[in-house]
């Protein structure tokens, strides 16, 4: 999978480069990434490529021409690395506005052979450019942040995560939260004791069969305290229609 990001601040993306397993898939050319700073792309010495907004208000404007010679530059990179299919390809905006992030998301992501993610500054980009060379608006949640970078960081840190090899055990992906629409369970390592708390005897218990149940059982349970909005709709497998119906049992008994 080869990566582009747009971006006035392309030092950042070391940290996702260089450190954790995504940074061990880097090293090992399971994926490529490059940056490109819109700045070299400017019309003037100072590099300026922002300006007012038509209208007035506060802050600037990043300017439609500089980014858009940015994401051309960024297709032709992509066409030049002759990496997957050209129509494999996804322009990505990382917009507060944009629609949420989510496991589904990042899945189909996953699947791109080339993703080109636009990192904003100041108070947005010209929308010409969004209307025209944008494919999608995402969103890591609804709040607002100084730019884009760090959202662009952690879309390309959950897609990357979900490529071959690039975690030592491909199951921990298949066991994330929401990878099969419910919240993880709880997990515990040693010392069994730990400030007079225990670690669950089913766990020791060596039945495969139970500690998998369990395990259902506490993603239901959490998922249900937690992010109950997730399981509308679901299309319950019996075992969670059982397990659920216990849980809602023992909630009305305590109530």
């Not at 899945?107 to 500054?121: H, Y």
């Not at 608006?137 to 490529?163: C, K, N, Q, T």
């Not at 997990?187 to 039945?207: A, C, D, I, W």
Request: proline share 6%.
């Amino acid at each position: 999978m080869f990566i582009q990001a747009i971006t006035l601040f392309p030092e950042m993306f070391a940290s996702i480069t260089e450190y954790g397993v995504t940074g061990r898939a880097f090293k090992q050319n399971l994926w490529q990434f490059a940056a490109i700073n819109p700045r070299q792309f400017a019309d003037n010495k100072l590099g300026y490529i922002d300006d007012r907004p038509f209208g007035g208000g506060p802050g600037m404007i990043m300017m439609a021409s500089p980014i858009q010679t940015a994401i051309d530059a960024a297709k032709q990179h992509y066409k030049q690395h002759s990496i997957g299919q050209p129509e494999n390809s996804r322009v990505v905006y990382l917009s507060p506005q944009g629609a949420p992030l989510n496991h589904a998301k990042v899945q189909a992501l996953s699947r791109l052979d080339n993703l080109v993610l636009l990192c904003g500054r100041y108070e947005g980009i010209d929308e010409r450019v969004l209307q025209t060379s944008v494919d999608e608006e995402i969103s890591i949640g609804d709040f607002v942040v100084s730019g884009g970078e760090l959202p662009a960081m952690m879309l390309m840190d959950a897609v990357l995560r979900l490529l071959p090899n690039v975690l030592g055990d491909s199951a921990s992906a298949e066991q994330d939260s929401f990878a099969n629409g419910l919240l993880d369970c709880p997990h515990y390592t040693r010392p069994t004791e730990f400030q007079g708390m225990s670690v669950p005897e089913v766990l020791k218990s060596g039945n495969h069969a139970l500690i998998a149940e369990w395990r259902l059982e506490q993603s239901l349970r959490r998922t249900l305290q937690r992010r109950p909005e997730l399981l509308d709709g679901r299309c319950l497998l019996p075992q969670e229609a059982r397990l659920l119906d216990k849980i809602r049992l023992e909630q009305e008994q305590q109530a």
